[in-house]
């Protein structure tokens, strides 16, 4: 299994949104979680929200991936997005 694939096809299949905390959970099971969420950020198959669905600015979503954690008080929506989809299914 390729949890990277796992990982998207979850998330997009879901009828609930994932917090990132419950991502990096889930993909701590299988590997280190941060370079694969910075790595799927990074090729535009996933974004960081804030709860009411609004794309995290940059620095943020820079701020989380350095320091591998997400800020006390902040929610933050994963969503993946077509490129993350055409990926699960490649």
């Known amino acids: 299994m390729i949890i ?3 990982f998207l ?6 009828s609930f949104d994932w917090s990132l ?6 993909i701590a099971t299988y590997k280190d979680p941060w370079p ?7 090729d535009h198959c996933l974004t ?6 609004n794309p995290l600015p940059t620095w943020k979503t820079e701020e989380i991936f350095r320091n ?9 929506i994963v969503k993946v997005t077509e490129a993350g989809i055409k990926r699960a299914n490649d």
């Open 4 to 6: 990277e694939h796992e």
């Open 9 to 14: 096809e979850q998330v997009a299949e879901s």
């Open 21 to 26: 905390r419950a991502s990096v959970e889930f």
């Open 36 to 42: 694969v969420l910075r790595a799927l950020h990074r």
């Open 48 to 53: 960081l929200n804030d709860g009411k669905g």
């Open 68 to 76: 591998h954690e997400v800020p006390a008080g902040t929610e933050v």
